[in-house]
């Protein structure tokens, strides 16, 4: 259920496919433990359970398989992951869980301290209603990884790179953080150029071609991502450094 009467509005989905059991059972008696809620304080010494050194945050997380791998692969860091769509949310829980079915659900609860990774915290709701919470300069990271293009001319007020969440991003995001947006879209990467190249908070850090058609270095494959290049169309990946 949204948080806030105030819903700004949101034009995808909030539910898919009927949610199957093990699913809906990690969503019930695991998403509250990491979820985060109106009495969530933001503070980076306790968000997570214990301190860690940066913060990450994953904006429409998908399927979860980039916010889940990253976490991984930074222990010392903590994620926030913001998703509206209620399958892919429980789709990051299995990946946390390593429950696929309602046979490995144990009796109680599932417990963080037995999962792969515990530095990761869900907002389950448009994250346009998070950005009021987060303090100025709280993350060091900030992902927008494929976000639904919306290529018609009379949609493009629905992108959501567009001045007012830009704003919100450059507020929250630390001097010399990094914006990474990826897309498959070309009408998608020109647009978020223009968005990202009319402000003076943001630089585009390529200094050549490869820098932004070639994965970075600590990248994870997302389910739009085998979809585009399943379909022959080829990602882009943009890093802005925040100034
Ligand atoms: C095209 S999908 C890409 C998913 C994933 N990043 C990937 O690469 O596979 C865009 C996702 O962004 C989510 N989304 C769009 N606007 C959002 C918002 N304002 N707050 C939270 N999630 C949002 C949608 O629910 C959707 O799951």
């Not at 933001?42 to 399927?63: D, M, Q, Y």
Request: proline fraction near 6%.
């Amino acid at each position: 259920m949204p948080f806030d009467s105030n819903q700004p509005k949101f034009y995808g989905r909030r539910q898919g496919r009927k949610i199957r059991k093990a699913k809906s059972g990690l969503l019930e008696a695991f998403l509250p433990q990491i979820q985060i809620t109106p009495n969530t304080v933001f503070k980076k010494e306790t968000l997570f359970g214990k301190p860690v050194k940066r913060i990450f945050l994953e904006i429409g997380f998908g399927n979860g398989e980039h916010l889940a791998g990253q976490a991984l692969q930074h222990p010392d860091t903590g994620f926030i992951g913001a998703e509206v769509f209620k399958n892919g949310i429980a789709h990051l829980l299995t990946l946390l869980t390593g429950i696929k079915e309602k046979k490995d659900l144990p009796e109680g609860s599932v417990r963080l301290q037995d999962c792969r990774t515990d530095n990761i915290r869900v907002f389950s709701d448009d994250v346009r209603l998070l950005f009021a919470r987060l303090p100025d300069s709280f993350v060091d990271r900030v992902f927008v990884l494929f976000p639904d293009p919306w290529p018609k001319k009379r949609h493009e007020n629905r992108r959501f790179i567009n001045p007012q969440n830009l704003h919100e991003i450059a507020r929250i995001l630390k001097k010399g953080g990094i914006l990474r947006i990826a897309t498959d879209h070309k009408v998608y990467k020109s647009w978020a150029l223009r968005q990202l190249h009319a402000r003076s908070d943001f630089r585009w850090t390529a200094s050549c071609g490869n820098d932004w058609k070639r994965p970075p270095a600590d990248w994870i494959e997302t389910k739009y991502q085998r979809k585009a290049l399943a379909e022959g169309r080829r990602p882009v990946f943009l890093d802005f450094e925040k100034l």
